[in-house]
């Protein structure tokens, strides 16, 4: 168990809808990242939050958005889907930008769009 | 941006041969960092590089930060069943940035 907690496992919803992904960090991790993982693909870099500041942004389309709140909790927001927004959705978190620390990931939201 | 070709992009073998693949990238990374994922989860780290030249092992794994800090190797010996997987390398420029991620190596163990 990497301490990293996502909800909900598992989303299936229609296009032209909006959906919201949350995630809660490990204990003491200041840092959220989320990656985009489209089927058999490898993980796309979408954005990172360091203590509730948006600090990067990657590929991320701007139908989606994020942010990190004062509790350290983070939420995607995914609007007007389409079917190529299908893919795991994994939230990974760090204890910040300082010294070594690895990410640690959590099990990801498996978002279907028909 | 920067890319990371990871290589092989799968590999079947007999339980208990030994199993190679490795990174290259197109610029530096200052660490290196070699993930798992199983089916269903999301990626666990195994091992992290964060020297140039660095060799660590972790079990009957081992992983190099390649001295050009271009590149990095994962080595897995006597591999078993569970091993069973896709592999990721990740490189990171510096603590507190994004990951870059390779493709991914798919593994696959014969009994």
């Known amino acids: 168990d990497s301490g990293v907690t996502q909800t909900p496992k598992h989303l299936i919803t229609a296009t032209g809808q909006r959906v919201t992904l949350r995630c809660s960090p490990r204990s003491g991790d200041l840092s959220v990242y989320w990656y985009q993982q489209s089927l058999d693909q490898g993980l796309q870099f979408l954005i990172h939050y360091y203590n509730g500041e948006e600090r990067a942004k990657g590929n991320i389309l701007e139908r989606f958005s994020a942010q990190q709140f004062p509790d350290l909790h983070s939420e995607l927001n995914l609007s007007s889907l389409e079917l190529g927004d299908s893919a795991l959705y994994f939230c990974?978190?760090?204890?910040?930008?300082?010294?070594?620390?690895?990410?640690?990931f959590g099990n990801g939201t498996r978002l279907t769009v028909t | 941006g920067q890319q990371l070709n990871q290589s092989p992009q799968s590999m079947f073998i007999q339980e208990g041969e030994d199993v190679s693949m490795n990174c290259t990238s197109s610029?530096?990374?200052?660490?290196w960092l070699w993930y798992k994922q199983d089916p269903g989860e999301g990626p666990v780290l195994l091992i992290a590089l964060y020297k140039a030249g660095e060799l660590t092992s972790n079990g009957r794994l081992t992983a190099q930060f390649g001295i050009t800090r271009k590149d990095s190797f994962l080595n897995i010996s006597a591999s078993i069943p569970s091993d069973v997987g896709i592999y990721f390398c990740?490189?990171?420029?510096?603590?507190?940035?994004?990951?870059?991620f390779g493709g991914g190596t798919r593994l696959m163990v014969k009994p």
């Open positions: 990740a490189g990171q420029l510096n603590a507190g940035n994004m990951l870059t």
């Open positions: 990974a978190s760090s204890v910040g930008r300082r010294g070594n620390s690895p990410l640690h």
């Open positions: 610029s530096i990374f200052n660490t």
